[in-house]
Protein backbone atom coordinates (compact mmCIF):
# COMPACT_ATOMS: atom_id res chain seq x y z
CA UNK A 1 0.00 0.00 0.00
CA UNK A 2 1.17 3.33 -0.83
CA UNK A 3 1.77 6.43 1.25
CA UNK A 4 -0.84 7.87 -1.08
CA UNK A 5 -3.28 5.63 -0.81
CA UNK A 6 -3.49 5.48 3.27
CA UNK A 7 -3.52 9.12 2.54
CA UNK A 8 -6.96 8.78 0.60
CA UNK A 9 -8.11 6.56 3.41
CA UNK A 10 -7.48 8.73 6.02
CA UNK A 11 -9.17 11.41 4.36
CA UNK A 12 -11.73 9.42 3.60
CA UNK A 13 -12.87 8.34 6.91
CA UNK A 14 -11.75 11.39 8.95
CA UNK A 15 -14.82 11.83 10.38
CA UNK A 16 -14.52 8.23 12.17
CA UNK A 17 -10.71 8.40 12.85
CA UNK A 18 -11.57 11.79 14.95
CA UNK A 19 -14.60 9.99 16.69
CA UNK A 20 -12.22 7.59 17.84
CA UNK A 21 -9.33 9.88 18.96
CA UNK A 22 -11.60 11.87 20.79
CA UNK A 23 -12.79 9.00 22.65
CA UNK A 24 -9.67 7.47 23.48
CA UNK A 25 -8.99 11.29 24.67
CA UNK A 26 -12.14 11.29 26.94
CA UNK A 27 -11.60 7.66 27.97
CA UNK A 28 -8.16 8.13 28.95
CA UNK A 29 -9.03 11.63 31.34
CA UNK A 30 -11.91 9.40 32.88
CA UNK A 31 -9.11 6.57 34.21
CA UNK A 32 -6.72 8.99 35.27
CA UNK A 33 -9.59 10.55 37.10
CA UNK A 34 -11.00 7.51 38.69
CA UNK A 35 -7.65 5.85 39.80
CA UNK A 36 -6.71 9.62 41.48
CA UNK A 37 -6.30 8.33 44.90
CA UNK A 38 -4.48 5.20 44.15
CA UNK A 39 -1.71 6.89 42.21
CA UNK A 40 0.71 9.67 43.16
CA UNK A 41 -1.42 12.38 42.08
CA UNK A 42 -0.46 14.84 39.15
CA UNK A 43 0.09 18.10 41.41
CA UNK A 44 -0.29 20.21 38.35
CA UNK A 45 -4.04 18.88 36.85
CA UNK A 46 -5.08 18.74 40.40
CA UNK A 47 -4.00 22.10 41.55
CA UNK A 48 -5.56 23.75 38.54
CA UNK A 49 -8.88 22.22 38.93
CA UNK A 50 -9.00 22.69 42.26
CA UNK A 51 -8.38 26.76 41.50
CA UNK A 52 -10.93 26.96 39.24
CA UNK A 53 -13.31 25.27 41.86
CA UNK A 54 -12.00 27.78 44.19
CA UNK A 55 -12.81 30.56 42.21
CA UNK A 56 -16.63 29.15 42.02
CA UNK A 57 -16.71 28.79 45.48
CA UNK A 58 -15.75 32.15 46.39
CA UNK A 59 -18.05 33.69 44.53
CA UNK A 60 -21.03 31.69 45.96
CA UNK A 61 -20.17 31.29 48.99
CA UNK A 62 -21.49 34.76 49.69
CA UNK A 63 -25.08 33.10 49.56
CA UNK A 64 -24.44 30.45 52.40
CA UNK A 65 -23.18 32.96 55.04
CA UNK A 66 -26.35 32.97 57.13
CA UNK A 67 -26.62 29.10 57.02
CA UNK A 68 -23.07 28.72 57.92
CA UNK A 69 -23.50 31.30 60.95
CA UNK A 70 -26.80 28.89 61.53
CA UNK A 71 -24.75 25.91 61.86
CA UNK A 72 -21.57 27.38 63.60
CA UNK A 73 -23.93 28.78 66.15
CA UNK A 74 -25.07 25.59 67.01
CA UNK A 75 -21.84 24.17 67.66
CA UNK A 76 -21.13 26.52 69.78
CA UNK A 77 -24.16 25.92 72.07
CA UNK A 78 -23.45 22.21 72.03
CA UNK A 79 -19.79 22.66 72.68
CA UNK A 80 -20.74 25.27 76.03
CA UNK A 81 -23.20 22.59 77.30
CA UNK A 82 -20.50 20.09 77.05
CA UNK A 83 -18.23 22.82 78.65
CA UNK A 84 -20.55 23.25 81.23
CA UNK A 85 -21.33 19.56 81.76
CA UNK A 86 -17.73 18.83 82.47
CA UNK A 87 -17.79 21.63 85.11
CA UNK A 88 -20.05 20.17 86.84
CA UNK A 89 -18.14 16.65 86.80
CA UNK A 90 -20.87 15.15 85.20
CA UNK A 91 -19.85 12.00 82.86
CA UNK A 92 -20.11 12.89 78.77
CA UNK A 93 -23.16 11.61 77.80
CA UNK A 94 -21.47 9.94 74.43
CA UNK A 95 -19.12 7.19 73.67
CA UNK A 96 -15.44 9.19 74.06
CA UNK A 97 -13.99 6.29 74.84
CA UNK A 98 -10.73 7.72 76.73
CA UNK A 99 -9.57 10.85 77.92
CA UNK A 100 -6.57 10.82 76.17
CA UNK A 101 -8.38 11.06 73.01
CA UNK A 102 -7.67 14.57 73.03
CA UNK A 103 -4.14 14.46 73.29
CA UNK A 104 -4.20 12.07 70.35
CA UNK A 105 -6.69 13.56 67.70
CA UNK A 106 -6.33 17.16 66.71
CA UNK A 107 -8.89 18.37 64.50
CA UNK A 108 -7.79 21.20 61.22
CA UNK A 109 -10.37 22.92 60.03
CA UNK A 110 -10.79 23.42 56.09
CA UNK A 111 -13.09 24.93 53.66
CA UNK A 112 -15.33 22.63 51.49
CA UNK A 113 -14.69 24.44 47.79
CA UNK A 114 -17.00 21.26 46.22
CA UNK A 115 -18.98 18.65 47.30
CA UNK A 116 -20.99 15.82 45.13
CA UNK A 117 -23.40 14.46 46.23
CA UNK A 118 -25.74 12.86 43.16
CA UNK A 119 -23.09 10.40 41.60
CA UNK A 120 -23.12 6.87 41.68
CA UNK A 121 -19.06 7.67 44.19
CA UNK A 122 -19.14 11.14 45.45
CA UNK A 123 -15.88 13.29 46.43
CA UNK A 124 -15.22 16.89 48.41
CA UNK A 125 -12.76 18.62 47.71
CA UNK A 126 -11.65 21.23 50.07
CA UNK A 127 -8.80 24.21 50.49
CA UNK A 128 -6.33 22.22 52.17
CA UNK A 129 -3.34 20.38 50.66
CA UNK A 130 -0.23 18.63 51.71
CA UNK A 131 1.06 22.19 53.05
CA UNK A 132 -0.84 22.20 55.35
CA UNK A 133 0.30 18.48 56.45
CA UNK A 134 -3.28 17.08 55.17
CA UNK A 135 -2.22 13.25 54.24
CA UNK A 136 -4.26 10.67 52.94
CA UNK A 137 -6.20 8.65 55.84
CA UNK A 138 -7.18 11.27 57.90
CA UNK A 139 -10.72 11.40 58.65
CA UNK A 140 -13.01 14.07 58.08
CA UNK A 141 -15.78 15.45 60.31
CA UNK A 142 -18.33 18.35 60.61
CA UNK A 143 -20.44 20.08 62.77
CA UNK A 144 -22.48 17.61 61.70
CA UNK A 145 -21.15 14.43 61.86
CA UNK A 146 -18.42 12.23 60.29
CA UNK A 147 -18.30 13.18 56.65
CA UNK A 148 -15.66 10.91 54.99
CA UNK A 149 -11.50 9.97 54.14
CA UNK A 150 -9.15 11.92 52.94
CA UNK A 151 -8.09 10.14 49.89
CA UNK A 152 -5.59 12.27 48.27
CA UNK A 153 -3.92 15.75 48.56
CA UNK A 154 -2.21 18.57 45.65
CA UNK A 155 0.07 20.98 47.98
CA UNK A 156 -3.33 23.03 47.95
CA UNK A 157 -6.37 20.77 47.73
CA UNK A 158 -7.48 17.66 49.28
CA UNK A 159 -10.25 15.01 47.89
CA UNK A 160 -12.29 13.30 50.79
CA UNK A 161 -13.67 10.16 50.07
CA UNK A 162 -17.58 10.99 51.41
CA UNK A 163 -19.63 9.08 52.83
CA UNK A 164 -22.06 8.84 50.09
CA UNK A 165 -19.38 6.25 48.70
CA UNK A 166 -19.46 2.22 47.37
CA UNK A 167 -16.22 1.64 48.79
CA UNK A 168 -16.71 2.94 52.21
CA UNK A 169 -16.92 1.11 55.38
CA UNK A 170 -17.54 2.88 58.59
CA UNK A 171 -17.29 0.95 61.96
CA UNK A 172 -20.55 2.37 63.81
CA UNK A 173 -21.58 1.60 67.20
CA UNK A 174 -24.79 1.87 68.61
CA UNK A 175 -24.79 4.51 71.35
CA UNK A 176 -27.16 3.72 73.70
CA UNK A 177 -25.18 -0.20 74.33
CA UNK A 178 -22.23 0.29 72.52
CA UNK A 179 -23.29 -2.37 70.31
CA UNK A 180 -21.08 -3.02 67.15
CA UNK A 181 -22.35 -2.63 63.65
CA UNK A 182 -20.81 -1.40 60.16
CA UNK A 183 -22.16 1.87 58.13
CA UNK A 184 -22.17 1.76 54.21
CA UNK A 185 -23.98 3.43 51.89
CA UNK A 186 -25.71 1.97 49.20
CA UNK A 187 -26.53 4.67 46.68
CA UNK A 188 -30.18 6.39 45.33
CA UNK A 189 -30.52 8.85 48.50
CA UNK A 190 -27.85 11.24 50.04
CA UNK A 191 -29.13 11.42 53.16
CA UNK A 192 -29.52 8.03 54.17
CA UNK A 193 -27.23 4.55 54.62
CA UNK A 194 -27.49 1.19 55.61
CA UNK A 195 -26.51 -0.21 59.24
CA UNK A 196 -24.89 -3.63 58.78
CA UNK A 197 -24.70 -6.94 61.45
CA UNK A 198 -25.82 -5.36 64.02
CA UNK A 199 -26.69 -9.13 66.01
CA UNK A 200 -29.77 -9.93 67.20
CA UNK A 201 -31.20 -9.15 69.89
CA UNK A 202 -30.85 -5.74 70.60
CA UNK A 203 -32.65 -2.74 72.69
CA UNK A 204 -32.42 -0.65 68.87
CA UNK A 205 -35.32 1.65 67.96
CA UNK A 206 -35.96 3.87 65.42
CA UNK A 207 -34.61 7.60 66.46
CA UNK A 208 -31.82 5.44 68.15
CA UNK A 209 -28.11 7.81 67.39
CA UNK A 210 -25.47 5.49 65.79
CA UNK A 211 -21.71 7.23 66.44
CA UNK A 212 -18.29 6.08 65.22
CA UNK A 213 -17.25 2.44 66.74
CA UNK A 214 -13.61 4.35 67.42
CA UNK A 215 -12.30 1.05 66.67
CA UNK A 216 -10.57 2.21 62.93
CA UNK A 217 -7.24 5.19 62.74
CA UNK A 218 -9.99 7.44 61.04
CA UNK A 219 -12.07 8.51 63.77
CA UNK A 220 -12.61 8.88 67.43
CA UNK A 221 -14.95 6.92 69.27
CA UNK A 222 -18.33 8.94 69.49
CA UNK A 223 -18.83 11.07 66.38
CA UNK A 224 -22.14 11.26 65.08
CA UNK A 225 -23.03 9.53 62.11
CA UNK A 226 -26.64 9.54 62.09
CA UNK A 227 -30.06 8.17 63.73
CA UNK A 228 -32.67 4.91 62.57
CA UNK A 229 -34.87 5.73 60.31
CA UNK A 230 -36.29 2.78 59.72
CA UNK A 231 -35.64 -1.16 60.61
CA UNK A 232 -36.95 -4.65 60.48
CA UNK A 233 -35.85 -8.14 61.40
CA UNK A 234 -36.75 -10.71 59.30
CA UNK A 235 -37.91 -13.77 60.92
CA UNK A 236 -35.08 -16.12 61.14
CA UNK A 237 -32.19 -13.88 60.64
CA UNK A 238 -29.51 -13.08 63.08
CA UNK A 239 -29.10 -9.32 61.73
CA UNK A 240 -31.24 -6.09 61.26
CA UNK A 241 -31.94 -4.68 58.45
CA UNK A 242 -31.51 -0.66 59.63
CA UNK A 243 -31.58 2.02 57.97
CA UNK A 244 -29.64 4.98 58.91
CA UNK A 245 -30.67 9.04 58.70
CA UNK A 246 -27.50 10.34 58.27
CA UNK A 247 -26.74 14.02 60.30
CA UNK A 248 -24.24 15.35 57.53
CA UNK A 249 -26.31 17.43 54.98
CA UNK A 250 -24.05 16.67 52.10
CA UNK A 251 -25.68 19.44 49.82
CA UNK A 252 -24.99 21.85 52.42
CA UNK A 253 -21.91 21.35 53.73
CA UNK A 254 -19.64 24.26 54.12
CA UNK A 255 -16.77 23.68 56.64
CA UNK A 256 -14.93 20.86 57.97
CA UNK A 257 -12.65 19.27 60.49
CA UNK A 258 -9.81 17.14 59.45
CA UNK A 259 -8.36 14.61 61.95
CA UNK A 260 -5.29 14.08 62.50
CA UNK A 261 -4.16 10.61 64.18
CA UNK A 262 -1.07 10.93 66.48
CA UNK A 263 -1.15 7.24 66.32
CA UNK A 264 -2.22 6.42 63.41
CA UNK A 265 0.78 5.11 61.82
CA UNK A 266 1.47 3.01 64.93
CA UNK A 267 -1.71 1.09 64.83
CA UNK A 268 -2.05 0.57 61.63
CA UNK A 269 1.93 -1.16 61.31
CA UNK A 270 0.03 -3.42 64.07
CA UNK A 271 -2.88 -3.93 62.06
CA UNK A 272 -0.60 -5.23 59.19
CA UNK A 273 0.74 -8.21 61.49
CA UNK A 274 -2.77 -9.43 62.48
CA UNK B 1 -23.82 27.25 4.66
CA UNK B 2 -23.61 30.16 6.47
CA UNK B 3 -23.27 29.02 10.56
CA UNK B 4 -24.21 31.77 12.90
CA UNK B 5 -21.70 31.88 15.16
CA UNK B 6 -23.10 34.83 17.57
CA UNK B 7 -26.35 32.03 18.45
CA UNK B 8 -23.75 28.85 18.85
CA UNK B 9 -21.93 30.79 21.11
CA UNK B 10 -24.28 32.13 23.09
CA UNK B 11 -25.95 28.90 23.10
CA UNK B 12 -22.78 27.07 24.08
CA UNK B 13 -22.33 29.09 27.07
CA UNK B 14 -25.51 29.43 28.50
CA UNK B 15 -25.80 25.80 28.17
CA UNK B 16 -22.66 25.31 29.94
CA UNK B 17 -23.60 27.41 32.56
CA UNK B 18 -26.72 26.13 33.30
CA UNK B 19 -25.59 22.55 33.74
CA UNK B 20 -22.78 23.09 35.96
CA UNK B 21 -24.45 26.02 38.24
CA UNK B 22 -27.71 24.72 38.15
CA UNK B 23 -28.70 21.01 36.96
CA UNK B 24 -25.82 19.20 38.57
CA UNK B 25 -26.97 19.88 41.59
CA UNK B 26 -30.37 18.77 40.97
CA UNK B 27 -31.30 15.15 42.70
CA UNK B 28 -35.08 13.88 41.86
CA UNK B 29 -36.04 10.94 43.78
CA UNK B 30 -32.88 9.92 44.01
CA UNK B 31 -32.29 9.34 40.91
CA UNK B 32 -32.97 11.57 38.32
CA UNK B 33 -30.25 14.11 37.53
CA UNK B 34 -30.91 16.14 34.07
CA UNK B 35 -28.70 17.19 31.44
CA UNK B 36 -29.63 19.55 28.65
CA UNK B 37 -26.81 20.58 27.38
CA UNK B 38 -27.13 17.98 24.36
CA UNK B 39 -29.55 20.35 23.04
CA UNK B 40 -26.50 22.42 22.04
CA UNK B 41 -25.40 19.44 19.02
CA UNK B 42 -29.18 18.53 18.85
CA UNK B 43 -29.77 22.10 17.72
CA UNK B 44 -27.24 22.14 14.89
CA UNK B 45 -28.01 22.60 11.42
CA UNK B 46 -28.36 19.23 9.52
CA UNK B 47 -25.63 19.99 7.47
CA UNK B 48 -22.82 20.54 9.55
CA UNK B 49 -19.48 19.22 9.02
CA UNK B 50 -19.41 16.30 11.15
CA UNK B 51 -15.66 16.97 12.33
CA UNK B 52 -16.74 20.67 13.65
CA UNK B 53 -19.72 18.79 15.57
CA UNK B 54 -17.66 15.98 17.21
CA UNK B 55 -14.69 18.75 18.12
CA UNK B 56 -17.74 21.09 19.33
CA UNK B 57 -19.02 18.13 21.13
CA UNK B 58 -15.85 16.95 22.71
CA UNK B 59 -15.43 21.10 23.82
CA UNK B 60 -18.62 21.41 25.35
CA UNK B 61 -17.81 18.37 27.15
CA UNK B 62 -14.46 18.47 28.65
CA UNK B 63 -15.65 21.92 29.91
CA UNK B 64 -18.68 20.40 31.39
CA UNK B 65 -16.37 17.77 33.29
CA UNK B 66 -13.77 20.21 33.99
CA UNK B 67 -16.45 21.71 36.31
CA UNK B 68 -17.99 18.72 37.67
CA UNK B 69 -14.86 16.40 38.70
CA UNK B 70 -16.24 13.57 36.19
CA UNK B 71 -13.03 13.32 33.96
CA UNK B 72 -14.03 12.95 30.48
CA UNK B 73 -17.75 11.28 31.39
CA UNK B 74 -19.80 14.47 29.47
CA UNK B 75 -16.95 14.79 27.03
CA UNK B 76 -17.45 10.74 26.00
CA UNK B 77 -21.44 10.67 25.93
CA UNK B 78 -21.52 13.94 24.13
CA UNK B 79 -18.93 13.17 21.14
CA UNK B 80 -21.01 9.94 21.11
CA UNK B 81 -23.89 11.34 20.89
CA UNK B 82 -22.57 14.21 18.06
CA UNK B 83 -21.12 10.94 16.13
CA UNK B 84 -24.88 9.24 16.30
CA UNK B 85 -26.69 12.11 15.21
CA UNK B 86 -26.57 11.87 12.19
CA UNK B 87 -27.99 8.72 11.86
CA UNK B 88 -30.59 9.01 13.69
CA UNK B 89 -31.55 11.84 11.34
CA UNK B 90 -30.97 9.93 8.26
CA UNK B 91 -33.44 7.12 9.79
CA UNK B 92 -36.01 9.89 10.90
CA UNK B 93 -35.58 12.28 7.09
CA UNK B 94 -39.18 13.26 5.95
CA UNK B 95 -40.02 12.22 2.37
CA UNK B 96 -39.17 15.69 0.56
CA UNK B 97 -35.42 15.80 2.85
CA UNK B 98 -34.25 18.28 5.20
CA UNK B 99 -33.62 21.75 3.51
CA UNK B 100 -30.15 22.97 3.46
CA UNK B 101 -29.41 24.39 6.98
CA UNK B 102 -31.66 23.07 8.71
CA UNK B 103 -32.32 23.35 12.65
CA UNK B 104 -33.97 20.66 14.07
CA UNK B 105 -36.69 22.25 16.60
CA UNK B 106 -39.59 21.24 17.82
CA UNK B 107 -41.20 23.91 16.20
CA UNK B 108 -40.43 22.94 12.42
CA UNK B 109 -40.47 19.67 12.84
CA UNK B 110 -43.46 18.95 15.12
CA UNK B 111 -43.83 17.58 19.13
CA UNK B 112 -43.97 13.76 17.94
CA UNK B 113 -40.84 14.03 15.87
CA UNK B 114 -39.17 15.92 17.97
CA UNK B 115 -39.74 13.69 20.92
CA UNK B 116 -38.38 10.90 18.97
CA UNK B 117 -35.48 12.46 17.93
CA UNK B 118 -34.66 13.98 21.32
CA UNK B 119 -35.78 11.02 23.70
CA UNK B 120 -33.52 8.40 21.42
CA UNK B 121 -30.35 11.28 21.49
CA UNK B 122 -30.94 11.67 25.11
CA UNK B 123 -31.23 7.74 25.71
CA UNK B 124 -27.91 7.23 23.77
CA UNK B 125 -26.20 9.70 25.65
CA UNK B 126 -27.14 9.16 29.61
CA UNK B 127 -26.72 6.01 29.14
CA UNK B 128 -23.51 6.24 28.04
CA UNK B 129 -22.72 8.62 30.91
CA UNK B 130 -24.01 6.47 33.85
CA UNK B 131 -22.52 3.25 32.37
CA UNK B 132 -19.21 5.19 32.64
CA UNK B 133 -19.98 6.47 36.05
CA UNK B 134 -20.13 3.13 37.48
CA UNK B 135 -18.66 1.51 35.31
CA UNK B 136 -19.46 -2.66 36.66
CA UNK B 137 -22.19 -4.71 35.59
CA UNK B 138 -23.47 -5.39 38.96
CA UNK B 139 -25.21 -2.23 39.01
CA UNK B 140 -27.25 -2.98 36.07
CA UNK B 141 -30.82 -2.01 37.53
CA UNK B 142 -29.04 1.47 39.27
CA UNK B 143 -28.13 2.65 35.35
CA UNK B 144 -30.99 1.66 33.54
CA UNK B 145 -33.04 3.31 36.18
CA UNK B 146 -31.16 6.72 36.67
CA UNK B 147 -30.89 6.32 32.79
CA UNK B 148 -34.56 6.38 32.58
CA UNK B 149 -35.05 8.43 34.86
CA UNK B 150 -33.11 11.22 33.99
CA UNK B 151 -33.97 10.90 30.00
CA UNK B 152 -37.40 12.04 31.07
CA UNK B 153 -36.42 14.73 33.31
CA UNK B 154 -34.02 16.17 30.73
CA UNK B 155 -36.58 15.77 28.01
CA UNK B 156 -39.25 17.63 29.62
CA UNK B 157 -36.73 20.53 30.63
CA UNK B 158 -35.54 20.49 27.03
CA UNK B 159 -39.17 20.70 25.70
CA UNK B 160 -39.79 23.83 28.02
CA UNK B 161 -36.85 25.45 26.52
CA UNK B 162 -37.90 24.78 22.79
CA UNK B 163 -41.05 26.17 23.65
CA UNK B 164 -39.36 29.48 25.10
CA UNK B 165 -36.75 30.09 23.26
CA UNK B 166 -38.09 28.88 19.66
CA UNK B 167 -41.38 28.69 19.35
CA UNK B 168 -41.32 32.11 17.61
CA UNK B 169 -40.87 31.48 13.85
CA UNK B 170 -38.54 34.25 13.46
CA UNK B 171 -36.48 33.21 16.18
CA UNK B 172 -36.65 29.36 15.15
CA UNK B 173 -34.44 30.82 11.91
CA UNK B 174 -32.04 32.93 13.31
Known amino acids: MSVRSIIRFIVRYHVFFLFLILE ?118 SNYGVVGIVVSSSPHFSRIMSLLHHDIQISARLAKNGQLASLVWEGHHPQRAALRYLTYPSPVAVGDTIVTAGSSTYFPGGELLGTVEKMELEPGADFYKITVRLSTPFDRLHYVYLIDNALQKEQETLEEGL | MKINVLRLSFQFVALVLLQVLVLNKILLFGYATPMIYPLFILSLPVNMPRWLELLLAFLMGL ?66 FYVLEVFSLSYTSYILGRTLASVLFSFLLMLLIEVIFFINPKQARL
Open chain 1, 24 to 141: SLSLYFIYEQKTFHRQKMLAVTGDMSGRIQEIYSDVTSYLVLGAVNDSLMAEMARLKTKALQAGDGLPEPDFRSDTLDSLIYRYIPARVIRSDYTAFNNYIVIDKGSLDSIHPGMGVT
Open chain 2, 63 to 128: LIDLFSNTGGMHAFSLVLLAFARPVILIFMAPKEGYDPGEIPSLYRQGLAWFSVYATLALFIHHLS
